[in-house]
T-cell receptor
């Protein structure tokens, strides 16, 4: 069975700081990888996704993620966060042939103004 | 962009009653819809996958007789929590996708409280 782990449950940082959220997955095959964001009181939104090709994926709102196959990782980064990036971030994975998402535990990010 | 709605957004019901939650794709046809459950401060757990016109596929540990899922059209899926108990109180989220290879679009969720 596939699984996803996110290393940090809570992250607190100041505006303009850099953000990196770790995500590792366990799956015996080709995967599609996703990062979702859930702003307070809002529904899940897709930040970015990786299906194939360039392992460095750029998403919305200045976020990017790098797929490192050898490390089974798909870490999310943003060079300079804003207060509006305060949200919960979820890493998720599907098998290449399927569309059932398995989510990580989520990371709550608080950006102090 | 693709929009998925859920109704109601929150509901309170008494123990032993049944509650129906609707999930609609507003501007696309959803061949597949998913139902998730999210406990406070926890991640989403997939409950079931439903394809239009066929029976839902439930994840291990999810009681199919308790959580009835119907996907009667390409824009509507319903989740009925039968004989609800306080432990069924949770945040239920649906998602919909036009098909394999497409992303899932999430609804805003329904908060169910069983008293």
């Amino acid at each position: 069975a596939q699984s996803v782990s996110q290393h940090n449950h809570h992250v607190i940082l100041s505006e303009a700081a850099s953000l990196e959220l770790g995500c590792n997955y366990s799956y015996g095959g080709t995967v599609n990888l996703f990062w979702y964001v859930q702003y307070p009181g809002q529904h899940l939104q897709l930040l970015l996704k990786y299906f194939s090709g360039d392992p460095l994926v750029k998403g919305i709102k200045g976020f990017e993620a790098e797929f490192i196959k050898s490390k089974f990782s798909f870490n999310l980064r943003k060079p300079s966060v804003q207060w509006s990036d305060t949200a919960e971030y979820f890493c998720a994975v599907t098998g290449a042939a399927g569309n059932k998402l398995t989510f990580g535990g989520g990371t709550r990010v608080l950006v102090k103004p | 962009g693709a929009v998925v709605s859920q109704h109601p957004s929150w509901v309170i019901c008494k123990s032993g009653t049944s509650v129906k939650i609707e999930c609609r794709s507003l501007d696309f046809q959803a061949t597949t819809m998913f139902w998730y459950r999210q406990f406070p401060k926890q991640s989403l757990m997939l409950m079931a996958t439903s394809n239009e016109g066929s029976k839902a596929t439930y994840e291990q540990g999810v009681e199919k007789d308790k959580f009835l899922i119907n996907h009667a059209s390409l824009t509507l899926s319903t989740l009925t929590v039968t004989s609800a108990h306080p432990e069924d109180s949770s945040f239920y989220i649906c998602s919909a996708t036009p098909g394999l290879g497409y992303e899932q679009y999430f609804g805003p969720g329904t908060r169910l409280t069983v008293t």
